[in-house]
């Protein structure tokens, strides 16, 4: 399975995204992240995402005569890099683009059914915004984007801070106008 396919699916890139950040994790651990998704469903996608390179085993230890994982992500096989994104066809990247905005849904709906979830206080933000942007202006935009983000990305989990989905959508949404 190549990485289209492992990240193609709504609960291997949610497990994906509950192990960003130099997360160690077991597959229990996972199931208490996911518990919309069940345990079964949850350790095949995690057997999946390990037979493919995105998950590593980290370490093993005995818990009451099982054999216990702890996994961790190789980031560098959990992307999609430009070279693959070039191969795709249209049809790929209307079913990448549903995929994710399924993961995006199912991930909201299991914020939302928290107990003590609170979009107002969380800042939970779903706008858009249309913008005029020539090819120079873009790639600025892109440019600050990433400058703004990648940073952030190390992040690691600590005292006072929340994981938060952040899933910028950018696409033209008219021909540019002639010059």
């Not at 994982?69 to 430009?82: E, G, H, K, P």
């Amino acid at each position: 399975m190549n990485t289209l396919e492992l990240l193609g699916h709504p609960v291997r890139l949610r497990v994906v995204h509950a192990m960003r950040g130099g997360r160690m994790l077991t597959t229990s651990e996972l199931c208490a992240r996911i518990p919309d998704v069940s345990k079964a469903t949850v350790y095949r996608h995690v057997d999946l995402l390990v037979a493919g390179g995105v998950l590593e085993v980290a370490g093993e230890q005995r818990v009451r005569g099982a054999v216990e994982r702890r996994y961790r992500l190789r980031q560098d096989r959990a992307v999609i890099d430009a070279e693959l994104m070039a191969t795709l066809t249209p049809d790929d990247h209307r079913r990448g683009f549903a995929m994710a905005m399924t993961t995006l849904l199912a991930e909201f709906s299991a914020y939302l059914d928290r107990e003590h979830a609170d979009p107002v206080a969380d800042l939970v933000g779903y706008r858009q915004h249309a913008v005029w942007l020539s090819p120079d202006e873009l790639a600025e935009l892109i440019t600050e984007l990433r400058a703004a983000i990648a940073p952030r990305l190390a992040n690691r989990a600590g005292p006072g801070r929340a994981r938060y989905l952040l899933s910028p959508i950018l696409f033209p949404i008219e021909d540019a106008e002639p010059g």
